[in-house]
């Protein structure tokens, strides 16, 4: 089945830091890859995704690359800001069976301290 | 920005009871999902809803469960008789469904507790 592996939280920085968030998956197929930012009190908000090898997704300053040889799509930011201090779901949907529901990682906490 | 609204914030149940938690899918997106996400773990996939039936559902989803479109705007989730293990944050989300690359959009979440 299919699966995604996030690195563990909490991850604290302090202000301009740069971030990385490691996530692998595994499919039995040819995913697409999304990371979703939850911030305190508030539902899932799609940050930004990649539908095939090699695409970078980017938002708000966050960049993911789309690395099928490792089956990675880690999240970077180049300086972060106190405000970034969310929870980040990598998820991944399976486009060759055509289903549409997400698997999500467990998430990372990220803290960004001033 | 058009979003996804659920009703309530929190609901508070008695085990055995029955529980409906409601939700606004963006009016014009046509498919419609209930995730959940118990304390401390992943988000789950429960249920996805496409043209007032069924399309997709997940191992969590059994005969205790249940997803109506009951009229133009609301997607509903049936508990029929609550356990203490759905207590969990349930999550509606939707799309606009003409390709499977549409991001789903979701809602700030219900959070159900079970008594």
């Known amino acids: 089945g299919n699966s995604v592996t996030q690195m563990e939280g909490p991850v604290t920085l302090s202000e301009e830091a740069f971030l990385t968030i490691n996530c692998t998956y595994t499919a039995t197929g040819y995913p697409s890859l999304f990371w979703y930012v939850q911030y305190p009190g508030e539902g899932l908000q799609l940050l930004l995704k990649a539908t095939k090898a090699d695409d970078k997704g980017s938002n708000k300053g966050f960049e993911a690359t789309y690395r099928k040889e490792t089956t990675s799509f880690h999240l970077e930011k180049g300086s972060v800001q106190v405000s970034d201090s969310a929870v980040y779901f990598c998820a991944l949907s399976d486009r060759d069976t055509g289903r549409r529901a997400l698997t999500f990682g467990s998430g990372t906490r990220l803290q960004v301290q001033p | 920005e058009p979003e996804v609204t659920q009703t309530p914030s929190h609901q508070v149940t008695q085990m055995g009871q029955e529980v409906i938690l409601r939700c606004v899918p963006i009016s014009n997106h046509l498919y419609f999902y209930w995730y959940r996400q118990i304390l401390g773990q992943k988000v789950e996939f429960l249920v996805s809803?496409?043209?007032?039936?069924?399309?997709?559902k997940s191992e969590i989803f059994d005969d205790q469960f249940s997803v109506e479109r009951p009229d133009g705007s609301n997607f509903t989730l049936k508990i029929r008789s609550t356990k203490l293990e759905d207590s969990a944050m349930y999550f509606c989300a939707s799309s606009m469904g003409d390709s499977l690359d549409q991001p789903q959009h979701f809602g700030d979440g219900t959070r159900l507790s079970i008594l």
């Open positions: 809803f496409y043209n007032n039936e069924i399309s997709e």
